[in-house]
């Protein structure tokens, strides 16, 4: 059984910066990818970022590119997103989710497991 718990988000002014932690119990990590999802008030569960365990290969949304960053802990199994140069249109529901597989680290029906989100607010 994998399990995902997040944990880091919070309110945070314009310009402000948050970390998010993604704790994970599993058994394996070798073709594990881990994801961040995030949903708005009346939008999508849209990708943000993720990253492939075995390999650290990362990818982003284009509409956080250059202001985040998506890293993992091996020893801790926890991934992190660095969320920097934040606006109110970052403003959401952060998911971490995971699968084991290959492609397709983007579509959201990919991932098995999920965990409970954390809020995050930017104020302006």
């Known amino acids: 059984q994998v399990q995902l718990v997040e944990s880091g988000g919070g309110l945070v002014q314009a310009g402000g910066s948050l970390r998010l932690s993604c704790a994970i119990s599993?058994?394996?990590?070798?073709?594990?990818?881990v994801g961040w999802f995030r949903q708005g008030p009346g939008k999508e569960r849209d990708f943000v970022a993720a990253?492939?365990?075995?390999?650290?290969?990362?990818y982003y949304a284009d509409s956080v590119k250059g202001r985040f960053t998506i890293s993992r802990d091996n020893a801790k199994n926890t991934v992190f997103l660095q969320m920097n140069s934040l606006t109110p249109e970052d403003t959401a529901i952060y998911y971490c989710?995971?699968?084991?597989?290959?492609?397709?680290?983007?579509?959201?029906?990919?991932?098995?497991?999920w965990g409970q989100g954390t809020q995050v607010t930017v104020s302006s």
């Open positions: 989710a995971s699968y084991y597989g290959g492609s397709g680290y983007y579509e959201r029906q990919n991932y098995h497991y």
């Open positions: 599993a058994r394996t990590f070798t073709t594990y990818v």
């Open positions: 990253i492939r365990w075995g390999t650290n290969t990362k």
